[in-house]
């Protein structure tokens, strides 16, 4: 019942003009922002016996702590990558990643080769979270002032952060995969059935490469029409 009204508050707020704030009100948005609040407080108790359960099973505790965990951990990595940028910038780090990219030969060809092969490289080391919390800032603005589509950048950086996912050693796919396979498949097995879709991704990260409107024209399609 909790969902059926959540579906149904989205639709009236679809359809519906629900501002309270107003000067004058109809007497159809009236009754529509009544159904609001009816909705509102059947969506709060369905969330409220939900969490009720969850806490008399023993799950929301053990789910909030893992949540608290994963959350920690990931600011951990903000802030120390926060930290480590500053230090990197306050060196003269910066200035000298963007004369080793502006000097790569091919200009800013040779630059976005270099950058995607040291992020593919990286891929087998480390998360795609310390990898986009850590690298991204550094070399991002240097592309950028370049002459480089942010768009397109973005989806090539994305395609590249997730054959981290299955490059090994450190790859999670592989790693779930490892959990649910039998004892009769072996993890250089896995190693060796990722290469596939490995290189797919590659293919298809060459591709973008070479015809960039693939990853830009829905984005400049939706903006212009905006």
Known sequence: SAAAALIALLLLTSFMDLRTARSEI??????????AYILCAIVAIGLGASLWRLWRSGVLGEVSQSTARITSMVFVI???AALFSLVFR???GDETVQEFLTSMPGGTV?????????MF???FFLDFIEIIFVVVPIVAPILLMMGVDPVWL???MAINLQTSFLTPPFGFALFYLRGVAPESVTTMQIYRGAIPFVGLQIVALGVIALFPALATWLPRLLFSAM
């Open 154 to 156: 973005g989806v090539m």
């Open 78 to 80: 903000l802030i120390g």
């Open 26 to 35: 109809s007497g159809i948005d009236q009754v529509a922002i009544l159904a």
């Open 90 to 92: 306050g060196l003269g």
């Open 110 to 118: 040779g630059a976005i080769v270099t950058v995607m092969a040291i």
């Open 121 to 123: 490289l990286l891929g």
